[in-house]
């Protein structure tokens, strides 16, 4: 079991960056798989970005890849997102979570992360 808290959230113009962070509690965060989702008032939960338990295999959804990037230190027990080129349709809550790596993990299924933290408010305004 893991517990997950996120921070970095804010507000920033469009074009600018952010940086998120999850701290993970628990001696098992290395045999996690971790992925970042985000929901938006009205719509549903997506995954953003995924990475495996030794950070060695990242997947990104294609609406923002080569803008986010996703790491991890297993050392410190922490998950990050950088946040670049940040446009209005970006603002979500974004929560880190993790799962035991079922097959096709990398599809970044909500249904597939069992740990999730209590979300970080983002806020892109143009």
């Known amino acids: 079991q893991v517990q997950l808290v996120e921070s970095g959230g804010g507000s920033v113009q469009a074009g600018g960056s952010l940086r998120l962070s999850c701290a993970a509690s628990?001696?098992?965060?290395?045999?996690?798989?971790m992925g970042w989702f985000r929901q938006a008032p009205g719509k549903e939960r997506e995954g953003v970005a995924g990475?495996?338990?030794?950070?060695?295999?990242?997947y990104y959804a294609d609406s923002v890849r080569g803008r986010f990037t996703i790491s991890r230190d297993n050392a410190k027990n922490t998950l990050d997102l950088q946040l670049n080129s940040l446009k209005p349709e970006d603002t979500a809550v974004y929560y880190c979570?993790?799962?035991?790596?079922?097959?096709?993990?990398?599809?970044?299924?909500?249904?597939?992360?069992?740990?999730w933290g209590q979300g970080t408010q983002v806020t892109v305004s143009s």
């Open positions: 628990g001696d098992t965060y290395s045999t996690y798989c």
């Open positions: 990475i495996s338990t030794g950070g060695m295999i990242t």
């Open positions: 979570a993790a799962t035991s790596c079922p097959r096709q993990w990398w599809l970044l299924l909500h249904r597939d992360f069992a740990y």
